[in-house]
């Protein structure tokens, strides 16, 4: 009787066709995640753009409290003198603008990091995905 480990086919033993599959697929894998590693590495390179956005509407935002505060106070005593709500308005006004410049900073750093997926590196997986069912399909 023939022990299946001594079996060879085309001068290969069982074992070496495995041991081929398990070099290949390990093969496959160290690639894969290289290049996941690569992408990552050069998306948070491309994000730190996005980050000093951040940290500049940030600093924006409490310029603008501190101007709510303070610097508020001399524009609205010369803008609107005399009404009873001169303070509100000055207050009002100079907050606003600060507020809508902060955001649109706060947006920009958003955009930024919106695009932080490898997306490559889920392109050839999706492609690899494709290729091994059509050699699976092929080989039954």
Do not use: C
Not at 131 to 140: S, V
């Amino acid at each position: 009787m023939h022990d299946i480990r001594y079996v060879e086919h085309n001068g290969r033993t069982l074992a070496d066709l495995i041991g081929e599959i398990k070099e290949e697929v390990k093969e496959f894998f160290e690639t894969r995640v290289s290049m996941f590693i690569a992408e990552m590495r050069e998306k948070i390179d491309n994000s730190k753009n996005g980050a000093i956005l951040a940290a500049i509407a940030l600093v924006l935002g409490a310029v603008g409290f501190l101007m709510l505060s303070v610097a508020l106070a001399a524009l609205v005593a010369v803008a609107f003198w005399g009404n009873p709500y001169a303070w509100f308005f000055g207050f009002l006004i100079i907050g606003l603008l600060w507020t809508i410049f902060a955001a649109m900073l706060a947006f920009g750093a958003v955009r930024q990091f919106r695009d932080f997926a490898p997306k490559r590196t889920i392109q050839v997986l999706k492609e690899d995905k494709i290729w091994l069912q059509h050699e699976a399909r092929n080989q039954i």
